[in-house]
């Protein structure tokens, strides 16, 4: 159990709509272990996008627990995981969500607004930060003067600055051509590589190439997973049985 990073336990999420109970996520089990890249695949409307915001502690499920390195995410108070989510989370969105009159080093150094370092140890943590995407040369770019894969390149050092265990990617090469993907997903598996844990949702049978393995959703419910072949990595595949899914 020292391995699992993230236990998901029995999560059901149900929304309602005027008298009818959408259910977005069924009795959904799963484990995620500690330098495990993982995609999430499914149609529209499968419910990743939903599993992976509840993971994040952005979204509390109607019924099951979320653990993420043994804690309860949603025992929380919301103080206390805005606070979990700054220490353990990274975030990487299709959209960038990069603030447009701050230049990267400052987009960068967000996530440390409310910490303690000082303005010095934000700057050389942003700026570390920035290296490790390749991206020191354009530090005092504004977002509207940098590529689209530029600015997603920014975006991942935001989510890494603070160096958490675990980055959560909605579609981060949703909106970028084959050829930037392609880089930003070596990027993001070099990352994985250095110890970074990774579950990145994607409509994109391609980047599985680059993860440990692929979960597929359907309907709200796990439907299959399998272990991907990357002579790099050999992290164990770990899908919780009573869910439905083959190992």
Do not use: C, W
Not at 1 to 26: E, H, P
Not at 89 to 95: D, E, I, K, T
Not at 229 to 245: C, D, K, Q, R
């Amino acid at each position: 159990m020292k391995n699992i990073l993230i236990k998901i336990d029995k999560i059901r999420k149900t929304y309602n709509s005027g008298s009818t109970a959408v259910n977005a996520l069924q009795d959904i089990s799963l484990n995620i272990s500690r330098g495990e890249a993982a995609a999430i695949m499914g149609p529209s409307g499968s419910g990743k996008s939903t599993l992976l915001s509840i993971i994040g502690g952005l979204n509390q499920p109607t019924e099951g627990k979320i653990l993420i390195d043994g804690i309860d995410l949603y025992s929380l108070s919301r103080e206390k995981r805005a606070d979990f989510r700054r220490e353990y989370l990274g975030f990487v969105f299709q959209q960038f969500q990069l603030i447009p009159y701050l230049n990267a080093l400052e987009n960068v150094m967000l996530p440390l607004t409310t910490t303690r370092y000082t303005s010095k140890q934000k700057r050389d943590m942003a700026t570390h930060a920035l290296h490790r995407v390749n991206m020191d040369t354009k530090a005092n770019r504004l977002p509207n003067q940098l590529s689209g894969g530029e600015q997603e390149r920014i975006a991942i050092a935001r989510a890494v600055v603070n160096e958490p265990p675990l980055i959560l990617a909605d579609e981060p090469t949703g909106s970028l051509d084959t050829k930037t993907s392609e880089e930003i997903m070596g990027l993001f598996r070099n990352l994985n590589e250095s110890g970074l844990t990774l579950l990145m949702v994607t409509h994109n049978p391609e980047n599985t190439a680059y993860m440990n393995r692929t979960i597929t959703m359907q309907d709200g419910m796990l439907i299959s997973g399998r272990k991907n072949t990357i002579a790099t990595n050999s992290l164990p595949f770990s899908i919780n049985e009573s869910a439905g899914v083959t190992r």
